[in-house]
C-alpha cells in the first residue's frame, strides 16, 4: 500500500509558478516512475509528466507537449518527495493535479491539488 499526499497547488496569475509536491508513505527508490496528470472541468485525466529512475541510466524524464520548456519534475529519493515545477503558468493549466506512483504492478493516486490560474 501506498499513500501519496500532494500539496502547494493554489491560485495564481497567468505568468506566474508554482510547485506541487507529492510526499510518499514509502521510500521511492522502490518506484521506478511516478508522475503527475491532471483533470480539468469536463475533460478526462491526462499526463503531465512522468520520471522514471533506474540504475543503469539515472532519471528520465517525459513531458506533455502542452507543458514541454515550463513544467519540471523531480524526485528527491532521501525525502521520499516527488516535486512538479510549473512556471508560465496559462489559464489552461488549470486543474486538479494527481500524483501517480506505479508500485508492484499497481497504481496510486494521491487525493489531488486544485490549481487555478487566472488571466
Known amino acids: 500500500q501506498v499513500q501519496l499526499v500532494e500539496s502547494g497547488g493554489g491560485l495564481v496569475q497567468a505568468g506566474g509558478s508554482l510547485t506541487l509536491s507529492c510526499a510518499a508513505s514509502?521510500?521511492?527508490?522502490?518506484?521506478?516512475?511516478m508522475g503527475w496528470y491532471r483533470q480539468a472541468p469536463g475533460k478526462s485525466r491526462e499526463l503531465v509528466a512522468t520520471?522514471?529512475?533506474?540504475?543503469?541510466?539515472?532519471?528520465?524524464?517525459n513531458y506533455a507537449d502542452s507543458v514541454k520548456g515550463r513544467f519540471t519534475i523531480s524526485r528527491d529519493n532521501a525525502k521520499d518527495t516527488v516535486y512538479l515545477r510549473m512556471n508560465s503558468l496559462e489559464p489552461e493549466d488549470t486543474a486538479v493535479y494527481y500524483c501517480?506512483?506505479?508500485?508492484?504492478?499497481?497504481?496510486?493516486w494521491g487525493q489531488g491539488t486544485q490549481v487555478t490560474v487566472s488571466s
Open positions: 520520471i522514471t529512475t533506474s540504475t543503469t541510466f539515472g532519471d528520465r524524464t
Open positions: 501517480n506512483a506505479n508500485y508492484r504492478m499497481l497504481p496510486y
Open positions: 514509502i521510500k521511492i527508490f522502490s518506484i521506478s516512475t
